[in-house]
T-cell receptor, first 112, second 113 residues
Framework: QQQVKQSPQSLIVQKGGISIINCAYENTAFDYFPWYQQFPGKGPALLIAIRPDVSEKKEGRFTISFNKSAKQFSLHIMDSQPGDSATYFCAARSTGNEKLTFGTGTRLTIIP | DAGVIQSPRHEVTEMGQEVTLRCKPISGHDYLFWYRQTMMRGLELLIYFNNNVPIDDSGMPEDRFSAKMPNASFSTLKIQPSEPRDSAVYFC???????????FGPGTRLTVT
């Protein structure tokens, strides 16, 4: 019940295209859903996060879409750029707990 | 602020040796997390502390692993004895009370031969 399932495992998108990464969860106590971005040789860094009281959050080219009834959330990267090539992790946190449960990661490659 | 600091950045050791990984969290942060990252298992939380007190160590793989936080600015993760299957990148992260963003350090790449 603590799992967060992430897909796809890897993704190749052409420059300027839209990258979409999906996550699903089971635990209805999750109340905070961040996305982390990790470049090779670096630690993950928070990219964008959402709470379940909104269905969408946008920050620049990055958007989280959240479907509470389906227990799914996704990251959309608009106008994808080569600099977006990285591994992306979704995560979830339950109420009253600082512990993050991470998805398995998606390696995104943006090609010219 | 310099961010979360980890040392060493790389560690190569032989099976059976003791390994100590070190972490300095961001000043003022109340939470400290230790993670392990491998290709097979992804990013796993090992243990986390709140105000230097261990809160959840359910992710610690076995008794060979131990973690301490003697003060607000320092934590260690010790593996004794080390085994080849402990080879991974170990990350330390910290966060501030009431703010859920975790700030990760650069990691320690551990290789046990």
């Amino acid at each position: 019940q603590q799992q967060v399932k992430q897909s796809p495992q890897s993704l190749i998108v052409q420059k300027g295209g839209i990258s979409i990464i999906n996550c699903a969860y089971e635990n209805t106590a999750f109340d905070y859903f961040p996305w982390y971005q990790q470049f090779p040789g670096k630690g993950p860094a928070l990219l964008i996060a959402i709470r379940p009281d909104v269905s969408e959050k946008k920050e620049g080219r990055f958007t989280i879409s959240f479907n509470k009834s389906a227990k799914q959330f996704s990251l959309h990267i608009m106008d994808s750029q080569p600099g977006d090539s990285a591994t992306y992790f979704c995560a979830a946190r339950s109420t009253g707990n600082e512990k993050l449960t991470f998805g398995t990661g998606t390696r995104l490659t943006i090609i010219p | 602020d310099a961010g979360v600091i980890q040392s060493p950045r790389h560690e190569v050791t032989e099976m059976g040796q003791e390994v100590t990984l070190r972490c300095k969290p961001i000043s003022g942060h109340d939470y400290l997390f230790w993670y392990r990252q491998t290709m097979m298992r992804g990013l796993e939380l090992l243990i986390y502390f709140n105000n230097n007190v261990p809160i959840d160590d359910s992710g610690m793989p076995e008794d060979r692993f131990s973690a301490k936080m003697p003060n607000a600015s320092f934590s260690t993760l010790k593996i004794q004895p080390s085994e080849p299957r402990d080879s991974a990148v170990y990350f330390c992260a910290s966060s501030e009370q009431g703010r859920h963003e975790q700030y990760f350090g650069p990691g320690t790449r551990l290789t046990v031969t």
